[in-house]
T-cell receptor, first 117, second 117 residues
Framework: GAVVSQHPSWVICKSGTSVKIECRSL??????MFWYRQFPKQSLMLMAT?????????EQGVEKDKFLINHASLTLSTLTVTSAHPEDSSFYIC?????????????FGPGTRLTVL | AQKVTQAQTEISVVEKEDVTLDCVYE???????LFWYKQPPSGELVFLIR??????QNEISGRYSWNFQKSTSSFNFTITASQVVDSAVYFC??????????????FGQGTELSVKP
């Protein structure tokens, strides 16, 4: 089956620094990838849709300048949390739809746990 | 507006009991997809099932079964003879299409299932 990886799996950083999270589709190409954020004991909330070769589409309330998304190739999307603060501490998960299109099953990465001190 | 409601925040059962997790959704679309995911403590989402809006057939997979009823906008999930390994958070999700933006996945609040020995 399709596999999506994320790196790093966890990261601890100081307040004010920037953190980059990578999402890779390992055995398939993904022109679209999705980024979710999950706070403890809460549901997954879609942050943005990453589009290969074009700008990302952000959900309402998500700051574009704070969460920079780059979809540089058909297998890699990156999320950079700029000037991170403790309130950005969360579990970040990416996903990519299967090759049959967006209607199909979405394959999720294992997630990245970010802790901002 | 699209919405998924999982009214049960937490459920606790004793091993071998049957348990049903409720999911109610709202959408005006005629074409949509419904999903169930399992999220163990590790955080990685595990895909359980996908259903499209035109397929109301109930499905059974081992100890798992799903009851999809469009008349009540419900997609309930039953675990028969529960086991400790079933302990996890379970999410119901709705995938709907947005013109020119593709499919978007919206999650319910999740139900934390605890199966005690």
């Amino acid at each position: 089956g399709a596999v999506v990886s994320q790196h790093p799996s966890w990261v601890i950083c100081k307040s004010g620094t920037s953190v980059k999270i990578e999402c890779r589709s390992l055995d398939f190409q993904a022109t679209t990838m999705f980024w979710y954020r999950q706070f403890p004991k809460q549901s997954l909330m879609l942050m943005a849709t990453s589009n290969e070769g074009s700008k990302a589409t952000y959900e309402q309330g998500v700051e574009k300048d704070k969460f920079l998304i780059n979809h540089a190739s058909l297998t890699l999307s990156t999320l950079t949390v700029t000037s991170a603060h403790p309130e950005d501490s969360s579990f970040y998960i990416c996903s990519a739809p299967g090759t049959s299109g967006v209607n199909n099953e979405q394959f999720f990465g294992p997630g990245t746990r970010l802790t901002v001190l | 507006a699209q919405k998924v409601t999982q009214a049960q925040t937490e459920i606790s059962v004793v091993e071998k009991e049957d348990v049903t997790l409720d999911c109610v959704y709202e959408t005006r679309d005629t074409t949509y997809y419904l999903f169930w995911y399992k999220q163990p403590p590790s955080g990685e989402l595990v895909f359980l099932i996908r259903r499209n809006s035109f397929d109301e057939q109930n499905e059974i997979s081992g100890r798992y079964s799903w009851n999809f009823q469009k008349s009540t906008s419900s997609f309930n999930f039953t675990i028969t003879a529960s086991q400790v390994v079933d302990s996890a958070v379970y999410f119901c999700a709705l995938l709907y299409m947005i013109y020119n933006q593709g499919g978007k996945l919206i999650f319910g609040q999740g139900t934390e299932l605890s199966v005690k020995p």
